[in-house]
């Protein structure tokens, strides 16, 4: 190993032979060695949840080969306007009740126009007064925007970069690496919480999962929040001629790289769980997950539901509660 395995200290200057090293560790020393990184920054025994809610929904004029809600390719999911502030708060309340530390709203738009930008920021300011974090998914933002957002209270952007930069052109065309990059940098300069991370089982490379989390790594700053999402299979989107599930052991390598390389970001096990036995979440906990999404349903797919969840968390004796970072 061309370095201690056990330095739990923020880097980003990983470079891909550091990466590709963690990852091919032998199962007990980078389980030991995530433990080390965890148990450095957080208390192990405790995770964060978020609510997700789809504030609009389908017609997306990009064309992510994974999404059922770009207009491109025949999901079978309906396209609706933007939702009334009164149901979001509505559902906002309900995820509060339900345990939820955290209120994401998800928009599938390519970006948002000014005048729901104006929208939304009412929904932000509505949900931070209930006394929940909040987080938006809205696509592309301008500076400007992201300013309305933070004054508006934003505490969270959600704009992930996916896959690795080598294998985007093969999930999306209407939109480049780059482009994902800029709005991350302005959300970084409005001074709101990154939270970005990708998904995996899209068919590609084992070397594109180590890249995806090299490029999460090796950004100026560590998103403080990197969700791992297992794909949700879409009938009607292309990835699905090549996707491949995978396995457990291979997702709790990746849980474990990621809370290697990126030792005090909350590292959510995301979409996908409704693939996971128990055994197989404990592992990605194990491995250093300490965050997931709570409720039946995430956007458009399904998530195992709050009783479901109840019941693991009690047989694993982990709280659910806002987890921070202790900077060492
Ligand atoms: N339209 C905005 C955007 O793409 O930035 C925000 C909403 S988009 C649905 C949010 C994220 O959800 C995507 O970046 C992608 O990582 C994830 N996602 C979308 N469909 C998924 C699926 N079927 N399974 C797992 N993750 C998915
Ligand atoms: C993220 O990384 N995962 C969430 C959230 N950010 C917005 C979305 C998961 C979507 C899963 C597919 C669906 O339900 O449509
Ligand atoms: Fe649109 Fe976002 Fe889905 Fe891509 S991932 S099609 S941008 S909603």
Partial sequence: MPFDLLDARVRTDWTRAEADAVFATPFADLMYAAQNAHRAHFDPNAIEAASLL????????????????????????????????????????????????????????????????????????????????????????????????KAAGLDYYNHNVDTSPEYYGEITQTRTYADRLDTLEKVRNADIKVCCGGIVGLGEEESDRI????????????????????????????????????????????????????????????????????????????????????????????NPGVTKDEALLAKLGIEVRKVEARIA
């Fill in 54 to 149: 789809s504030i609009k929904t389908g017609g997306c004029p990009e064309d992510c080969g994974y999404c059922s809600q770009s207009v491109h390719h025949k999901t079978g999911v309906k396209a609706t306007k933007l939702m009334g502030l009164d149901q979001v708060v509505e559902a906002a309340k309900k995820a509060k009740a339900g345990g939820a530390q955290r209120f994401c709203m998800g928009a599938a738009w390519r970006g948002p126009n000014d005048r729901d930008l104006g929208r939304v920021c009412e929904m932000v300011a509505a949900v931070k007064s209930l006394g929940l974090e909040t987080c938006a998914t809205l696509g592309m933002l301008t500076a400007d925007q992201a300013d309305e957002l």
């Fill in 211 to 302: 890249g995806l989390l090299l490029a999460l790594a090796t950004l100026p700053k560590h998103p403080e929040s990197v969700p791992i999402n297992l794909w949700m299979e879409v009938d009607g989107a292309p990835v699905k001629s090549r996707a491949e599930r995978l396995e457990p052991i291979e997702m709790a390598r990746l849980v474990a790289l990621a809370r290697i390389m990126m030792p005090t970001s909350v590292v959510r096990l995301s979409a996908g769980r409704m693939y996971m036995s128990d055994e197989a979440q404990a592992l990605c906990f194990l491995a250093g997950a300490n965050s997931i999404f709570l409720g039946d349903v995430l956007l458009t797919t399904a």
